[in-house]
């Protein structure tokens, strides 16, 4: 990396910025102006660079001073950054909120990490000094949180011979905690805070085959269209749908280890109600506060529209060295559509030829770099760890054929489409069967016959299938009246709303439905095809459709999810037998003495 180079301001458009800067590289990061505005190189020709600052350039002057910082955008690792809210370039908001008001000063520089906090470092003592180290080895560990304890490991990119290695005791993030003598003879220090730039994924052993869901106590998602562990998803909806809801019903309810929340480019008050209401959340895994394992980055609409851009890679970078701890990661991003747009306002400030709706050329390609960062791996240190990414994206008109929405599509293995029409319908998660996709149905099947129920691939492919017929019928019918349809077809339509109301539809308000778990899951979908199973069956025998279609125990099934919480799930297991009673019944009626058994014979 350069010296610390002086130089100056040529000229300003916008966040873009020319500069005199003999000596600094592509992808420095710069201090701008008497403000020390942050900046990154993006472009150089020879001894003047083109640099995007992450802050207003308003005010600004040619000729004001510009200093390279000898690195590249980076973020600071180590513990304490579990709760913390950062903004777009990991500055902590709630000490800058109490440096300089809510409005954010320009140039503050407030480290990431915390200088003065210790923690109580217990020493690996099973490594005596002259031990070879290696990347990813255990000098030892903090509890960072209460419910996530934080090993701190040897650099991805150092290796050697330990020569000191510091007792138990309790140190700073800066305090020194191991020395290494390199192979080329140098002593490199190690602390608890490690660097790394952001836009270089961090590396690992080797990348492992996705094999677990990554549950989110959301039926339509882990059910019907399943996420796995370092798989990586998108939620393209149209405004208003319900993409940042279902994303925060992710970040609280997911089986991930920790949740790492990129708020980018959407409105301040999205994210201030996770900051009002997470801490006082409770993680279902652990029964401790939210925050815990919760980590946020806020950039706004009403912070500059570059700073989105380096949110993304701050996130992810975070969420790989968690991984690199040996956890499952999922992180969020709502959303990458505001992500795009700071794409395509500096392409078009560099006179970058546009290519589809504005958006540089390199937009897949950037995109497809971003999600290939997910992943099931073994880490350096040799544990199972993972990220998952999930993006919202906020196609213009709710237009899915736009390019942003488009690519994700290609890239992407889980896809949750929401729709306007089930939107205004209030029927969320407004999640369409008909749009979305998942990759991993195959992949998740083992997990879910050997964990909840080997019947969940048949019911979640013939539940699928009754929607489909339903709709395909209900174009019918809106074609040429209900009159048109058959029995049989009629009760389609019955067994399908069951489905839809009883399954699909879930009201993140409510108390006792907001998680479901996989077993929960899987007894309402039984439950649901039995009533529709025992409905076609009486059919066959002639019983009329309407005398099926005005059975009370439809509607008591469609409010079964919220009558019993997922801890409730015993009880659940008490309306089979009243299902079968009320079909034995209208049996009995219609002259089958002794119900089902008999009927079975006819
Ligand atoms: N699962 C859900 N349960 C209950 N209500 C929901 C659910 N999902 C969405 N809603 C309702 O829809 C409203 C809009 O949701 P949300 O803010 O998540 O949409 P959005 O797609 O993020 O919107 P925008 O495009 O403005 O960012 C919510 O305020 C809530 O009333
Ligand atoms: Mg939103």
Redesign the pocket.
């Known amino acids: 990396m350069s010296e610390i180079s002086p130089g100056h301001l040529l000229t300003i458009n916008g966040p873009i910025v020319t500069v005199h800067l003999p000596g600094v590289h592509n992808g420095e990061q710069v201090r701008v102006g008497h403000l020390n505005l942050m900046g990154e190189v993006i472009r150089l020709d020879q001894a003047q660079a083109t640099v995007q600052v992450y802050e207003s350039t308003e005010s600004l002057r040619p000729g004001e001073p510009v200093q390279a910082l000898g690195h590249s955008l980076s973020v600071e690792l180590g513990p304490g950054l579990m709760g913390q809210i950062f903004d777009g370039v990991q500055r902590p908001l709630t000490k800058i909120f109490a440096a300089s008001g809510d409005y954010i000063a320009r140039g503050l520089n407030i480290p990431s990490l915390d200088r003065q906090q210790v923690w109580n470092f217990t020493s690996n003592n099973r490594l005596p000094l002259g031990t070879p180290v290696t990347p990813g080895m255990l000098l030892g560990k903090v509890q960072e949180t209460l419910a996530i304890s934080h090993p701190i490991l040897v650099p991805p990119d150092c290796q050697g011979e330990l020569v000191e290695l510091a007792h138990a005791g309790e140190y700073t993030v800066e305090h020194l905690i191991a020395k290494v003598k390199t192979d080329q003879e140098e002593i490199r220090s190690i602390q608890m805070l490690q660097r790394w730039p952001v836009r270089i994924p961090r590396p690992y052993l080797k990348r492992d085959h996705a094999v677990i869901p990554l549950l989110t106590g959301q039926r339509i998602l882990d059910t019907f269209f399943p996420l796995l562990k370092g798989g990586k998803a998108a939620v393209p ?10 994303q ?2 992710i970040a609280r309810w997911s089986n991930a280890d920790i949740v790492i929340y990129v708020g980018c480019g ?2 301040g008050n ?1 994210l201030v109600d996770i900051l009002e209401t997470f801490p006082h959340l409770t993680d279902p895994h652990t029964g401790r506060s939210l925050m815990e394992r919760t980590l946020l980055i806020a950039n706004t609409s009403n912070m500059p529209v570059v700073a989105r851009e380096a949110s993304i890679y701050v996130g992810v970078t975070i969420a790989e060295y968690y991984r690199d701890l040996g956890y499952d990661v999922v992180m969020v991003a ?2 990458t559509s505001r992500w795009a747009e700071a794409l395509r306002e500096v392409g078009g400030r560099l006179g970058q030829m546009p290519v589809e709706e504005g958006y540089p050329a390199y937009l897949s390609s950037r995109l497809a770099a971003f999600y290939e960062r997910a992943g099931r791996v073994t880490t350096l240190n040799g544990t199972t760890a993972s990220v998952t990414l999930i993006g ?1 994206v ?1 196609p213009p008109g709710g237009d899915f054929s736009e390019p942003v929405t488009s690519h994700t599509k290609e890239i992407v293995q889980t896809f949750w489409a ?1 729709s306007k029409e089930l ?1 205004d319908a209030r029927h ?3 999640i369409d069967w008909n749009e979305s996709f998942s990759g991993y149905v195959t992949l998740a099947q083992p997990w879910w016959a050997q964990h909840i129920d080997s019947h969940w691939l048949e019911y979640r492919n013939e539940s699928l299938k009754l929607l489909a017929q339903a709709d395909e019928l209900a174009r019918i019918v809106n074609l040429v009246g209900p009159e048109a349809l058959s029995p049989t077809q009629r009760w389609v339509l019955t067994g399908a709303a069951l489905i839809r109301e009883g399954l699909l539809q ?4 409510d108390e006792v439905d907001s998680f479901c778990s996989p077993q929960k899951q899987m007894l309402l979908l039984s439950l649901m095809l039995q009533i529709y199973h025992q409905g076609v069956k009486l059919l066959d025998l002639g019983i009329p459709v309407q005398q099926l279609s005005d059975l009370p125990i439809l509607a008591q099934a469609r409010r079964l999810k919220s009558k019993y919480s997922s801890a409730e799930v015993e009880q659940l297991g008490h309306f089979e037998p009243e299902i079968r009673a009320a079909f034995d019944k209208i049996l009995l009626e219609y002259g089958y003495e002794g119900g089902q058994e008999t009927a079975k014979g006819v």
């Open positions: 909806g149209p405004f208003g749908a319900g993409k940042t809801m279902l925060h019903q959407e409105r999205e709502d959303s919202a906020s929401l939107a969320y998660p407004s879930q009201n993140a308000g």
